[in-house]
């Protein structure tokens, strides 16, 4: 369940900051 958790929140914080780059950029 570790690694579940890890993995989601791993992708999540990816499609947050993808969505949040092109703002800054």
Request: aromatic share 16%; charged share 10%.
């Amino acid at each position: 369940m570790k690694w579940m958790k890890l993995a989601f929140l791993a992708g999540l914080s990816l499609s947050l900051w993808g969505t949040a780059t092109p703002i800054y950029v």
